[in-house]
């Protein structure tokens, strides 16, 4: 198991290096420089020039690679030449926000998908679970910013219930909490959807297994059944699915933070790119590729956790 | 607690999008406590539908008429919810492939536990003690250390050995064992078959084994009923059915059994042709059209059981009492 993690922890640092090569790639390749489109077209050279030697931007791209690990390692994500603040601050500052709405979206999604799954299957071939496909599919189909302005239509704007941008007064947990819910309902309920479907789908694979048949002879209640015979396997491919998802679950908050005007890392990210902040997109890059690394690496090893024959065969 | 069982005119059909298919018709057996009573017959025959319709697993596609009388109860006409009360408590299933047959991801403890579910009287730790002592009784060495692993750190034999040792856990009424060997080589195989006979001895309840194996029967039953084609075609004591067989198809099943055979043959005996369709039974005889006795009725008539000696019956034409 140690093996195991050491071994996919080396593969992550690997990925890591290899994206922030590929954007440092991407922005070499990008047309137009960042001084040109911060500073507008009637810039004098020399400001131009101080600005890219401020940016670093003057150095050869491989030195710029290697200066900016080599910085990081020691927490130093570079310097944000507008701000007059380190990157790091300014990632520190947006993560939380982030972090929590992406793990609220991500709860709540699994809190309401995971007993739909359950119960379709309980129920396959009912009404219910007629419903709770259709329903499902809707869900899915519907991108998470058009859910974004509606929800915020009906809840803030016409029934007044909850606030309509920002993400609460700071240290005010109940200001917060309402500020967290329209977002968090926006990027989770496509994936309640995915993730009752899911759900369904593998668990009705593993009804059909022996093992669940030996269940049933023993005279087990259809839901202790489903509940722990069926769902502590059928729920494996759910969280590689949830884990890989992350990805598209962050990006979502990009829209989303957007849309209720939220400071949070997607924030961070649009605005430095719209403005060529080169040091703000590969700081936050960073962190977020980090955070991402790390949570499927979590993941896969709670799948080793979850089912013991993956586990024995990272063992030996 | 232990009664008797008898299935009266049992008949099975699955429902599939290719029509009816009609996997036992007319199916009578009987056995009383203390008895071990085979069902023997090649694939296809119908074993396992009869062993699920007794456990009450059919699957939802699947119209049963007539009767289960375990008791004096029929099992067929409870509904859903009393006839899974007496699984697992009155009736206990060990099923053919014990590599399958525990959930890969708890481990075989907390399965076994769970598997006593019916016994309220019972505290966790009385249920892990019940299992200890059974996991011993079918020669499982280091119980409690063999309750921790999961089913795939164990091997197929000893597997079976837990999937014994389940079912007994239950106290059952009606043990069922469908072909509890079959999964396992020739070594196992005995040492199971002499586990099964040992554990016997000091088993009241029922106990039906269905195997395609004519060995594995006449170790371990009293009485044996011969399956083909979805019907009983002949039952009696195993020494009338090995020893004295009346009907056409048990003969010829008895003459392909290898292990009768003393030396090498470059060809081991076949029965010609293949099983009817299930589908559109024959009329008649199911067995006719493969039958080297079969005459006139045989085509026309389906045969009424014949009475032998004793419990010995026979379905067929050309036997007369």
Redesign the interface.
Known sequence: MLAYAVKRIGLGLLILVFVMVVMYAAVFLVPGDPATVALGPRATPELKKLLIERMGLDQPVWWQIVEFFRNALTGNLGYDVWSNRPVSTLVIEALPNTLILGLASLLTALAIGVPLGCLSVMRRGTLADGVIGVLAVSVIAVPSFVVAIYSLLVFAVTLRWLPAIGAGEAGNMASQFKALILPALAIALGWVGYIARMVRASMMEVMG???I?????????EW?IVS??AL??AIIPTISLVAVGLGSILSSAVFVEAVFSRPGIGKLITDAVSTRNYPVVMGTVLIMTTIYISITIAADLLIAR????VR?VFRG | MSGALAVRDLSVRYETAQGAVHALRHVDIEASPGEVVGIVGESGCGKSTLVTAL?N?LPANARADGAILYDGVDLAGLDARRQ??????EI??I???PM???????TIGD?LV??Q??RRDLGRAEKRARIVAMLGRVGISDAERRMKS?P??LSGGMRQRV?IA?ALL?DPGLLIADEPTTALDVTMEAQIIHLLRELRRDYNGIVIVVSHHLGVIAELCDRVYVMYAGEVVEGGDVDAIFHGARHPYTRALLACDPAGFPDRLERLPTIPGSLPSLTVPPTGCVYAPRCERAFAPCGLAEPRPVPLSGSHMARCHAVSA
């Open positions: 297994e022996p093992h048949r030996t269940a049933r002879s023993f005279g087990l209640p202790k722990k015979y502590r396997i979850l089912d013991p024959r024995d | 456990a697993l899974r009360m007496l699984r697992g408590d206990a299933l099923g053919q492939d399958t047959a525990f959930n890969p991801v708890l399965q769970d598997f579910h019916h999961y795939h750190e999937a389940a239950t």
